[in-house]
């Protein structure tokens, strides 16, 4: 296992497109984060699964966001309508039930334009 | 989950010994102190976690002291590739239970 892996790397999209990323955790993993991070800041939690439940979402997670994880393996997350707001790295992150530190992916990094 | 204050942004040179600050004074009886580091155009990465006094790996070094209300990560004689930034996070997160929470982290920039 080398990872996590995210895809795309990168994804430019016009205002109001649909975009969705894909994060493939290490397989062993239970648990699945998305964060968002923008220019200067730290990441922003945005939601998480144990397995295929969704246990978490944050009020950053608006109506036109939502992320899925069938099966407890790998995740989506699709963002509607884009705005230029939603310009940002989107991370994934994962970790097992006794694990101590959490393993990132390189992420996604969306521009909406 | 506490909040944690470090500096903005540290300087150093090559080869000398990086000791980062962090404040937190809120810190709960169950929490945890973790350190990340990112690159730039990457995800944070884990670099140690601590609850009480030292902590050392192949990496760093991390110091608690008694009272837990700050925490320093040691990072001994540093490299170019050093360069990034240094998040702190405070929580329970034995077991990986909860989110991160993270700050704005410290950006260390190491000179030949």
Known sequence: ????????????????????????????HNRLY????????????????????????????????????????FSTLEIQRTEQGDSAMYLCASIELQGVGYTFGSGTRLTVV | ??????????????????????????????????????FPSQGPRFIIQGYKTKVTNEVASLFIP?????STLSLPRVSLSDTAVYYCLVGPFSGGYNKLIFGAGTRLAVHP
């Not at chain 1, 790397?9 to 290490?26: L, S």
């Not at chain 1, 220019?39 to 992320?67: I, W």
């Open chain 1, 1 to 28: 296992d080398t990872g996590v892996s995210q895809n795309p790397r990168h994804k430019i999209t016009k205002r109001g497109q649909n975009v969705t990323f894909r994060c493939d955790p290490i397989s062993e």
């Open chain 1, 34 to 73: 998305w964060y968002r991070q923008t220019l200067g800041q730290g990441p922003e939690f945005l939601t998480y699964f144990q397995n295929e439940a969704q246990l978490e979402k944050s009020r950053l997670l608006s109506d036109r966001f939502s992320a899925e994880r069938p099966k407890g393996s």
């Open chain 2, 66 to 70: 008694a009272d837990r209300k700050s």
């Open chain 2, 1 to 38: 989950l506490a909040k944690t204050t470090q500096p903005i942004s540290m300087d150093s040179y090559e080869g000398q010994e990086v000791n980062i600050t962090c404040s937190h004074n809120n810190i709960a009886t169950n929490d945890y102190i973790t350190w990340y580091q990112q």
